[in-house]
């Protein structure tokens, strides 16, 4: 479980941004009743009470890294741009905005006449003190917001409708960042923002938040319960519910339970074990393609260990990528519920994703020939020989998939590998230990890797992860080269679509045919509510995600 | 023995195992693979400095034996440090957690108490009958049960019927509708039922298992011989002369389950979404939030010394034959 939007911990990213992340609204498919209101009179009230399995850890935007935290953020604090349901940047804060030929000014014109939950002027002063103070701190307090600044040199408000960002060179995903970072009440946090600015960590930013989305944070319980009323000062489209009460659930069959008990209207995710089981209680189930994927990971330091130099063979890595089954993965681990997978910018995620990179079809007798080619000769025991030495090798397995996941696909691809002479053993650690034993050493020890991202909708963050300067942060591969981090800086400042579209598939083509990862799934993004409420319209997949207000500005009460 | 130096005896030993249980503690999660900076450097475009930055801001850059030394001087001082996951004060967030838990798993302690030393008295003094058997077994049942299957299998079953499955209150009170002081208390109350009865049920074999075996002993011994000779009705040998004689290894038991409540009950906390430090504390080892975790387990270690050391006290007083 590895990044996505929101960032930190492995753990983070995987619930987070899968929600964040996610899927392809076009594509959703809505099993159940139908939820369209038509042209009916849109019934006002009701408090959605929502389940989710992903603790707040903190209400503080500096400190956050679990998923909801971020979504709360969404909902209770002013974004500049947000995606609508076909994954396109439509006005949130900001009801315009251009950018300048040479692509080093970004000027966003805001709401007028908006306002805080206290009544207090929200205006594009608060933008701009916003992303100064994440500059202004961002190698200390600020440090997990400064991804949204990447060579951001100022943001000045010249009045109360116009934010102007500047940026020492042309930046391809501004959007894309801008949609991440929420807009702070300055009359709030100015006292915090002072000297070293620790006090901007040490804040807990207590409930009732002063908000200015369309809800309004009322009551926090660490891990238990937050609240969330309908804020009367929003700028935007009033939400038609009177607020959201989430809860949060240790495990998802008590989340299931609840759910089926009439204690919950809705669930946040769905495992695919449970889809059958809520679906027979007539709960609407909603299912589409999502950007998550799990992957098998490949060391490809050039000056890993000797014993298993061979790993960085073309032809070895070709073998593996045959010698996986993927869709018994998907029918077997998933319940079928995923396709198979091939880029590490999913196809959910849109025009960013080389419809030219495809998964290798599952062929055994193929895999086998490359290994002879290779020249790693069948040992009498069954298990080929390289350079001298067995193919025998360990796979790093993270916990967090482990229980579900992760082990029904590992004893898939454990048996087909033995069948061309691979024998693999797994071995499980915490998100935190097995990140160790891959950076150990300098990416010169580990052998094989299990686990999966949940990519952000813009593929900057993604294809940073391959790159020399992730190394020992996100860098799990141990790939480093120059000519692919000479791509990503061309990516990241193309001012054009095309042009960057064009650098984005070139990487995916270099990752395709390197195989640091071997792509195995796309696992699908599932919900589910109680049809007493309509028109939760998810966007990329998820309603409760970091990615826009309007599935919860336009959920209603059916009846 | 004096009672004095008794008392000064036990309490020497308490304090050179607490010490050496905070030394314990804080060399025990360092020496754990991964580290705590791992999932906190993990931010978009975060960089090797910022890692190391993390290092240095939370001591990590120092040598373990200054660290250490660091915490002791920190820890004479009441100071438990700053968790490093969520930038507030350990005895703080603890201090809370505390809270949720006691009640819950002083609930399920004392009905498993009550309940153990009932069925145990029942299968002592029926002994052979069928009611001994059912109770015996029963407690053998439960006893034996993994705690997080019946956990959900009292979860699913009685979800149906109403009872909350999930957190301490019901989430939406006193936000959307007020909710009065005495409501709230009832709301509490309902939620604690299934955690409470989880806990309950898997810890009140024991108690019976070990009241049958002390009463059937107790019940051999010549002066309840003498009471039976004397004419006394049943009732009263067993539960005034016999029952309290048996009690006597319960206050050991007792005692150290007692210790165990900080400890909260890790699984029940996190099946039925408890928010109480049982819960906390598997958050942070896998955060390796060393902070978070040398705070939660010296309360662990001091509660569960500290009471056996108030049972040692109490059997000092309960049974002459120590001071003798």
């Not at chain 2, 004096?2 to 025990?28: E, S, W």
């Not at chain 2, 809270?99 to 498993?112: D, E, F, H, K, S």
């Not at chain 2, 003094?125 to 069928?130: D, E, L, V, Y």
């Not at chain 2, 048996?246 to 029940?268: C, E, H, N, Q, S």
Request: aromatic share 12%; charged share 15%; proline share 6%.
């Amino acid at each position: 479980m590895r990044l996505g939007s929101n960032f930190n911990t492995k753990g983070f990213l995987r619930r987070a941004s899968g929600v964040v992340a996610a899927v392809a609204a076009a594509a959703l498919a809505v099993t159940g009743c139908g939820s369209s209101s038509g042209t009916s009179a849109i019934k006002e009230g009701g408090v959605f009470r929502l389940g989710t399995a992903s603790p707040i850890d903190s209400l503080n935007p500096f400190i956050a890294f679990q998923g909801d935290a971020y979504v709360t953020f969404e909902y209770v604090y002013p974004m500049l741009v947000q995606y609508n349901t076909k994954l396109q940047f439509v006005p949130d804060f900001a009801r315009s905005w251009s950018e300048s030929p040479d692509g080093k000014t970004w000027t966003f014109h805001t709401q007028p006449s908006a306002k805080w939950s206290d009544g207090k002027p929200l205006t594009a002063a608060d933008a701009a003190w916003t992303f100064s103070t994440i500059i202004k701190f961002q190698k200390g307090p600020t440090a997990n917001s400064a991804g949204y600044v990447a060579h951001m040199t100022s943001a000045t408000a010249p009045n109360s409708t116009t934010l102007v960002l500047s940026y020492s060179r042309p930046v391809g995903n501004v959007l894309s960042q801008m949609q991440q970072t929420p807009i702070l009440p300055e009359h709030i946090w100015a006292k915090y923002a002072t000297g070293n600015g620790k006090a901007l960590k040490t804040f807990t930013n207590p409930a009732p938040i002063v908000s200015g989305g369309p809800f309004e944070l009322v009551k926090y319980v660490p891990k238990s319960v937050t609240d969330f009323k309908r804020n009367p000062y929003f700028y935007g489209p009033k939400p038609h519910i009177d607020g959201i009460s989430l809860q949060y659930f240790g495990t998802t069959d008590a989340e299931v339970t609840a759910l089926k008990s009439g204690q919950l209207d809705g669930l946040e995710v769905v495992p695919p074990t449970s889809v059958a089981t809520i679906k027979a209680a007539h709960f609407m189930v909603s299912e589409g393609p999502g950007v998550q994927f799990d992957d098998f990971i490949i060391n490809s330091n050039p000056k890993q260990d000797a014993s298993h130099r061979e790993l960085l063979n073309p032809l070895l890595r070709q073998a593996f990528d045959y010698a996986i089954d993927r869709k018994a993965i998907i029918n077997t681990a998933l319940l079928g519920h995923g396709t198979p997978g091939s880029s590490i910018i999913p196809p959910a995620t849109g025009h960013w994703s080389d419809p030219a990179v495809k998964s290798a079809p599952f062929d055994l007798a193929k895999a086998n020939q490359l290994l002879d080619q290779a020249g790693f000769k069948m040992g009498s025991n069954n298990i080929r020989n390289a350079y001298g030495h067995p193919m025998s090798y360990t796979v790093i397995m993270s916990s967090d998939i482990a229980s579900g996941y992760g082990n029904r696909t590992f004893q898939i691809v454990q048996a087909d590998f033995a069948k061309i002479g691979v024998k693999l053993t797994l071995k499980v650690l915490d998100p935190s230990a097995a990140y160790n034993v891959i950076l150990a050493n300098n990416y010169k020890s580990y052998e094989l890797s299990m686990w999966d991202w949940y990519p952000l909708m813009d593929p900057d963050f993604m294809l940073s992860v391959l790159t020399c300067g992730s190394w020992t942060v996100w860098n799990d591969t141990g790939d480093c080269s120059k000519s692919y981090d000479q791509l990503y800086a061309a990516q990241s400042a193309a001012t054009s679509t095309a042009q960057r579209q064009q650098d984005v598939y070139q990487m995916q083509e270099m990752i395709a045919n390197a195989k640091p990862y071997l792509v195995l799934d796309y696992a699908n993004s599932i919900e589910a509510h109680s049809s007493k409420w309509a028109d939760l319209t998810p966007v990329a997949g998820f309603s409760w995600n970091a990615l826009s207000k309007i599935p919860f500005e336009s959920v209603h009460l059916a009846h | 023995m004096h009672r004095a130096d008794y008392v000064i005896k036990r309490g020497f030993f308490a304090l050179v195992t607490i010490f050496v249980a905070i030394t314990i503690n804080f060399f025990l999660f360092r020496v754990l693979p991964g580290d705590a900076v791992t999932n906190l450097a993990r931010v978009p475009q975060s960089t090797p400095q910022l890692r190391h930055a993390l290092i240095v801001q939370f001591g990590l850059d120092r040598p373990k034996w200054e660290q250490y030394f660091i915490y002791l001087k920190q820890l004479l001082h009441g100071n438990m440090g700053v968790s490093f996951a969520v930038q507030q004060p350990v005895s703080h967030l603890l201090l809370t957690d505390l809270r949720n838990t006691i009640p819950m798993v002083t609930v399920g302690t004392l009905a498993a108490v009550f309940v153990g030393v009932f069925t145990g008295v029942l299968s002592a003094w029926r002994r052979g009958s069928p009611p001994d058997h059912i109770s015996t077994n029963l407690a053998i049942f439960f006893y034996a049960f993994p705690t997080q299957w019946l956990g959900m299998m009292l979860l699913i079953l009685f979800a149906g019927v109403g009872l909350p499955v999930a957190g301490m209150v019901n989430p939406n009170a006193g936000v959307f509708y007020p909710e009065p002081f005495w409501q709230h208390l009832g709301d509490i109350g309902q939620h604690m039922i299934l955690p409470a009865a989880t806990l309950m049920l898997t810890a009140y074999g024991s108690y019976t298992l070990v009241v049958r075996s002390s009463l059937l002993e107790t019940l051999g011994e010549d002066y309840v011989l003498t009471a039976r000779a004397k004419g006394l009705p049943v009732r009263r040998i067993v539960w005034r002369h016999a029952v309290r004689n048996a009690l006597l290894p319960m206050v050991t038991l007792i005692a150290l389950d007692l210790g165990y409540i900080v400890g909260g009950a890790v699984l029940i906390e996190v099946i039925f979404s408890w928010p109480g430090i049982g819960e906390s504390m598997f958050t942070a080892i896998t955060q390796r939030d060393y902070p978070m975790l040398q705070g939660g387990f010296l309360i662990l270690t001091v509660s569960v010394i500290v009471l056996n050391f108030l049972s040692d006290l109490l059997y000092f007083r309960l049974d002459p034959r120590i001071s003798q």
